[in-house]
């Protein structure tokens, strides 16, 4: 509200004097400004881009984190970066597995007598 004000009154007053009448900062006022200009991708742009990265994630089961989902998308010729790939997938409630460590459980080769091995009783 304040904002829309200012903008209304640039014209007539300098925006220094305008944003310290309304106690608001000028990088605040000029953000704004950048916020209202910039235009914003739209929606159906958006939803497909979504469907797109849900369908990468599963076509890789659940494993494609969004470095290898933005590799993917950039292959295919979108223009984006990793954090709003990792922002959307975050969205869409997508987390990655992550792959277990193999850990070696038996030790085959050893010196000790074996554990099972009884004399004289029955199994």
């Given at each position: 509200?304040k904002?829309?004000?200012?903008?209304q009154q640039?014209?007539?007053?300098?925006i220094t004097?305008?944003?310290?009448?309304?106690e608001?900062s000028?990088?605040?006022?000029?953000?704004?400004?950048?916020?209202l200009n910039?235009?914003?991708?739209?929606?159906?742009y958006?939803n497909?881009?979504?469907?797109?990265?849900k369908?990468?994630?599963?076509?890789?089961?659940?494993?494609?984190?969004?470095?290898?989902?933005?590799k993917?998308?950039?292959?295919e010729?979108?223009?984006?970066?990793?954090?709003k790939v990792?922002r959307?997938?975050r969205?869409l409630?997508l987390r990655?597995?992550r792959r277990r460590?193999?850990k070696?459980?038996?030790?085959?080769?050893h010196?000790?007598?074996?554990?099972?091995q009884?004399i004289?009783?029955?199994?």
């Open positions: 509200m904002f829309g004000f200012i903008r640039m014209k007539a007053y300098p004097v305008l944003c310290a009448v309304m608001v000028r990088s605040g006022f000029y953000d704004y400004l950048h916020r910039t235009d914003n991708p739209s929606d159906e958006q497909a881009l979504r469907a797109r990265i369908a990468i994630f599963n076509e890789s089961r659940g494993s494609y984190g969004s470095r290898r989902v933005l993917k998308l950039q292959s010729g979108h223009q984006l970066g990793r954090y990792r959307l997938m969205d409630g990655s597995k460590r193999y070696v459980t038996t030790d085959s080769r010196s000790y007598p074996v554990g099972c009884r004289g009783s029955k199994i």
